[in-house]
């Protein structure tokens, strides 16, 4: 339910039609109010306000806003100065009529929308009336579920008025003393119940979706609203899509202006300057391969990329760079390093036999998986320790990734905690990697704290209940873990912590030693079975992946488990040495749990063109493992951003050149085992 914190206008005045669509600069001055101008060029913020609400809802908000946003609040129709038009209809028509006038007077610089609670909807479906209209930048919702949710336990007007003056007392945001004025009781209700029937009438598609990043703004402690079901807002944009998390109730949003202007400052500076640099975030018409383009175009000018573009050459530059208990942490394999090679070897016993004149002149590197739009099929592996690399590790990781709007998968055994990480990545997708530990109520902590700090996806690793046989730290008798790098999700656990004695120091104490002996005991479960799994499912609604699976039959039994799919992986060569390519691994997999089940791969991945055979082969995507540490150790969070550029320009035009314009659909005729090919029959029939 939203509330009114304004005084509203005297009742009375003649009701007239909804003024929806009317277009025209008065429409404009009707329907916008600029509450604050900002300096000239300002970053343009526009505010729906929520059910009951109005245009100076957001005045505690404009008041904090720096000098470099301009915000705009939308007045809907029937309220205040608008009282004589009437309500709107249902949500449509105030979009319509917030669409139309932006559009006509508003439209020459970028729009920042921001929706709350119901104004949410409005704001969303603005965007996506705007779309030809006028450039919208990003879209925040706050306070809001989805759109295609659920919004119908709102219904007030099956409430007696005392009730939902109780119901706005809960929520907060009309001050007390208007709470108490029979008129403006009066008011404010009628307002709310108006709102709210536009709300019941409201439907939206579930595949509806706007085409700009989309921020979720949810406070900590909103008891209308959980982080749970925000999730499905992801599905209703083809950008990327985050979670920002407030202190405070509902109101957050309007009642702690100067906690919030900074975050949605910093949003608005990052985003134009993002469009100004042609960074791939912000830029989001140019195809990924307009990489290539820039570096070219910069040599006219002198410039050279600082790393090279060739992603298997930078093993050998972070040979050089970094320390070697550094470089052979991250480089290292089990064993013989067979497995490793195994894994490169088998890229190259497939080749791809690209088809010629189909239109490749856009091409669509986006994929949908468990519900969440990604802009490319790649994600960022976990990889634990990355402050072995670089003292900003996983969160100069999670900037990068955010750049690029692709998810990281955060390792259990990061160097910096899963909030810290979640607060660097900002409104970036992220995903959790869970080692399971030998302490049920860790493992629950760990997983609720990923479920609050915005984790949209569990992925469960199996390949590593014990670490492999690494000769290159056993060498140099090098572990991160005992050195107190890489268990910051531990240290400051509560169920970690109980488990402590009293006196236990830091990981980086004298006493810290007690840390890592009691995270060295509980860190992984190697007696967790097949018949665990159903635990975990049931502990969480995130969707569940299981990680390091190369037979068959083990992916059958994940999804027997509740698993909502698998990674098959070799860990990167990094556990059984001698065992099979990951690659190869893959068809089987696939073919195990047939189509629609989300099958991810990594372990060799090193180009664009290894991209495309694994997904030709059956993969909904792939994760990048060491090159991106290895740009995160080269040149920190430019370097990451480097590594993700290059992989996806290659992709992108490996796509091109393959005929093949949608990374979501590649046939598989588009691969064959190297070698002479099959026969013509034989091609003609899988390659069509
Ligand atoms: C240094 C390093 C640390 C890793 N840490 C983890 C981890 O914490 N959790 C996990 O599931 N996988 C971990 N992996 C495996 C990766 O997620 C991924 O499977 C592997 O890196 C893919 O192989 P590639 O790097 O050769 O492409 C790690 C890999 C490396 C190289």
Sequence with gaps: ?????????????????????????????????????GRPGAARLVCFPHAGGAANSFAALSAALPED??????????????????????????????????????????LFLLGHSMGALAAFETARLLRQRAAVARL?????????QDWG???????????????????????????????????????????????RRYRCADDAAVTVPLTVLLAEEDPKNSAGQMRDWARHTTGPYGLELLEGGHFALTERGEAVAPLLARYLRRDLEGAAEGSPGAAADAPPSALIRDILLGGLRGRRPALSTDLTTLEDAAREALEPHAYGYVAGNAGTGGTGRANRAAF?????????????????????????????????????????????GELATARGAAEAGLPLVL????????????????????????????DRALAESLVRRAESSGYSALVLTVDAPH?????????????????????????????????????????????????VGHWARICTDASFTWDDLPWLRRLTDLPLLVKGLLHPDDARRALAGGADGVVVSNHGGRQLDGSVAALDALPAVRAAVGDGVPVLMDSGVRSGTDVLKALALGADAVLCGRPYVYGLGLDGQRGVSHVLRALLADLDLALALAGCPSA?????????????????????????
Excluded: C, K
């Design 1 to 37: 339910m939203g509330t009114t914190e304004t005084t509203p206008a005297a009742p009375g005045g003649r009701s007239a039609p909804a003024s929806g669509a009317a277009p025209g600069p008065q429409a404009a001055r009707r329907w916008v109010r600029p509450l604050r101008t």
């Design 69 to 110: 946003v301009e915000l705009l609040a939308v007045q809907y129709p029937g309220r205040q100065d608008r009282r004589a038009e009437g309500f709107a209809e249902d949500i449509g028509a105030l979009a319509a009529g917030a669409a139309e006038a932006l559009a006509d007077a508003y439209a020459d610089r970028p």
């Design 140 to 148: 925040f919702v706050s306070a809001a579920r989805p759109p295609s």
């Design 153 to 199: 336990e709102q219904d007030v007007d099956a409430l007696a008025d005392d009730e939902v003056v109780a119901e706005l007392r809960r929520l907060g945001g009309v001050p007390e003393p208007l709470l108490r004025d029979p008129e403006t009781v009066r008011e404010v209700l009628r307002v709310l119940r108006a709102d709210h029937r536009a709300l």
């Design 348 to 392: 190259d016993r497939w080749q791809l036999v690209p088809r010629m004149l189909r239109d490749s002149s856009t091409r669509d590197l986006t994929v949908r998986l468990l519900g969440q739009r990604l802009p490319a099929p790649v994600l960022l592996a976990p990889i634990a320790a990355q402050e072995v690399v670089h003292p900003e």
């Design 411 to 438: 390792s259990t055994f990061a160097s910096r905690s899963l909030e810290e990480v979640a607060r660097a990545a900002g409104d970036a997708p992220r995903w959790f990697q869970l080692y399971f530990p030998a």
């Design 467 to 515: 670490f492999g046989y690494r000769p290159a730290d056993l060498d140099a008798a090098y572990s991160p873990f005992l050195r107190g790098t890489g268990i910051a999700n531990f240290t400051g656990d509560p169920a970690f912590r109980a488990g402590l004695p009293e006196d236990a120091g830091d990981a980086g104490d004298a006493d810290g030693l007690a840390v």
């Design 664 to 688: 979501a659909g590649v046939p598989a005729g588009t691969i064959t085992p190297s070698g002479p090919l099959p026969t013509v029959s034989e091609q003609d029939r899988t390659q069509r």
